[in-house]
């Protein structure tokens, strides 16, 4: 199938590509001229596993292309894909201001009769699917689409993987034409497709996305239970998670959810719902527990040290919202540095990939070096912030030897907290000790 998709970010760039990968024929359409001609040279701007072999791939065998020109690419397609950007706004409401410029844009650009499929891949409110219709319809009043949504599902740092091993395709589609292009799209991906109307589809984003981060704040808070009560949040999740009905899954304890994705989304649905006079109070809840999820690994320095950090370096491990990304943004890091610098604390930090995305986001004072155990050298403590596999073979020896006091506070529960003891690293974990 011929395919333009708009917006060429992380889930524009990843799908586009591995749609083309199944042998259709994508053009990609961005409106940043230097990212078009970055990914023409295969120089790609985000770092995913995987993406740079399949993007040179089917570049060279035609395809996949790059262009800032929306015209022509939905000339040729038979299918348009929106996937630019909905960021969070002041309100908390999602900023729906690109998501309708591309489709004026579309309409604008379609000038003749042929039936073409418009889907929805950015996360939006509900509603959202028949707006767009109304605006390309207003540039374009004969214009013969169908508008759809098809919510994207992929994690950042296994994109690329998540896209052609989803565990379901949401389709919503209001016109039976439409549905059976959208499944033809995507059964090749898996049997696992809910086709249901638009409204249904966009609350399924949402409402997903929502409880992922419901049961990350549920973790959160019996850790800082535990905490209390000196039991083990591992050994509870596992003990939990054996429950088929609750499921191992997305019950690591730690700082609090991050990324581009989760914080925004709670907050918009929150928003969605307080439009219609409904008060979301577990929303609300999910949102408190973790904006104070990332003061933890302070509290316990702070505790240790007897508040007293004032003047002690701390060994950042980790800065990216999560291991495999390089986005910072909304990463538990940023607000980490930032309480430990204004106590007074010197910060050294360190992380494989995300360091440069970093900078300009942390105090100017703080230090960033290439290697984890240059980070830790003479600290007075370490924090593990982001669980990066590099860090997690850093031995209880390793840190014995090189920080100057062996405190180790293990914000993703990933080092072996016996061993850690009997080795003498005075250790915290978050929920447990
Ligand atoms: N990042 C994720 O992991 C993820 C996963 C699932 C869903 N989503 C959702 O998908 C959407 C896109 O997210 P993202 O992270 O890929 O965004 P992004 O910011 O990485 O990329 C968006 C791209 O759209 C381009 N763009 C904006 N306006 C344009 C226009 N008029 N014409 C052409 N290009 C334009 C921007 O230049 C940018 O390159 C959001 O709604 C997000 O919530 C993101
Ligand atoms: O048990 C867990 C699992 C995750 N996290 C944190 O939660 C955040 C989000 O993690 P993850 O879901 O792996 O990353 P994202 O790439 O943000 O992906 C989420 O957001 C995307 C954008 O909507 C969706 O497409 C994905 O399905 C959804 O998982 C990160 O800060 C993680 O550290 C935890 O603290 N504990």
């Known amino acids: 199938m011929k395919l333009a998709v708009i917006g060429t970010g992380y889930v524009g760039l990843v ?83 690109f998501v309708y410029k591309v489709a004026e844009e579309i309409g604008e650009s379609i000038e003749d009769d042929k039936y073409r499929v418009i889907v929805n891949k950015s996360t939006v409110p509900v509603g959202t699917a028949e707006k767009v219709e109304d605006l390309i319809k207003k540039q374009q009043p004969n214009a013969n689409i169908n508008v759809c949504s098809v919510p994207e599902f992929l994690r950042e740092g296994s994109a690329v993987k998540d896209t052609f091993h989803p565990d379901r395709i949401i389709i919503g589609a209001s016109d039976k034409r439409a549905e059976s292009m959208l499944l033809e799209l995507h059964s ?58 609750i499921g191992p899954k997305f019950l690591n304890a730690g700082i609090g959810y991050g990324g581009s994705c989760f914080p925004k989304d709670v907050k918009a649905l929150k928003h969605l719902a307080e439009e219609r006079n409904y008060q979301p109070d577990i929303l609300q809840a999910v949102m408190d527990v973790n904006e104070k999820q990332s003061h933890r690994m302070v509290e316990h320095l702070d505790r240790i040290f007897d508040g007293d950090i004032k003047g002690m370096t701390v060994a950042i491990l980790g800065l990216a919202f999560k291991p495999n990304t390089d986005d910072m943004r909304e990463a538990p ?72 006091q062996p405190v180790v506070i293990d914000g993703r529960n990933v080092f072996d907290r016996d061993l850690f003891k009997e080795n003498g690293i005075i250790y915290h974990g978050i929920g447990r000790k």
């Not at 209390?228 to 509870?236: L, S």
């Not at 940023?334 to 300009?360: Q, Y």
Request: hydrophobic share 40%; proline share 3%.
């Open 15 to 97: 799908s586009g590509t591995c749609f083309a990968d199944l042998g259709n024929e994508v053009i990609c359409v961005d409106k940043l001229e230097d990212k078009v001609e970055r990914l023409n040279r295969y120089d790609i701007p985000i770092y995913e596993p995987g993406l740079e072999e399949l993007v040179r791939k089917n570049h060279q065998r035609d395809r996949l292309s790059f262009t800032t020109d929306i015209h022509s690419a939905v000339h040729h397609a038979d299918i348009v894909l929106i996937a630019v950007g909905t960021p969070e706004t002041e309100s908390g409401a999602a900023d729906m201001s």
């Open 333 to 404: 890091s940023v607000k980490i540095i930032h309480e430990l610098t204004e106590k007074g604390a010197s910060v050294r930090a360190v992380d494989p990939i995300a360091a440069n995305n970093a900078r300009t986001l942390l105090p100017e004072d703080v230090h960033i070096v290439e290697d984890a155990l240059e980070a830790i050298k003479d600290a007075d403590a370490a924090f593990l912030v982001t669980e990066w596999d590099e860090f997690k073979k850093i031995t209880a020896d390793d840190f014995k030897r090189l920080l100057k």
């Open 188 to 245: 090749p991906l898996t049997d696992q497709i809910v086709v249901t109307d638009p409204r249904s589809s966009e609350m399924i984003k949402y409402a997903s996305n929502a409880f992922l981060a419901t049961k990350i704040s549920f973790i959160n808070e019996i850790a800082n239970i535990c905490d209390a009560y000196d039991a083990d949040i591992k050994a509870v999740a596992e003990g939990m998670g054996l429950d088929n009905r």
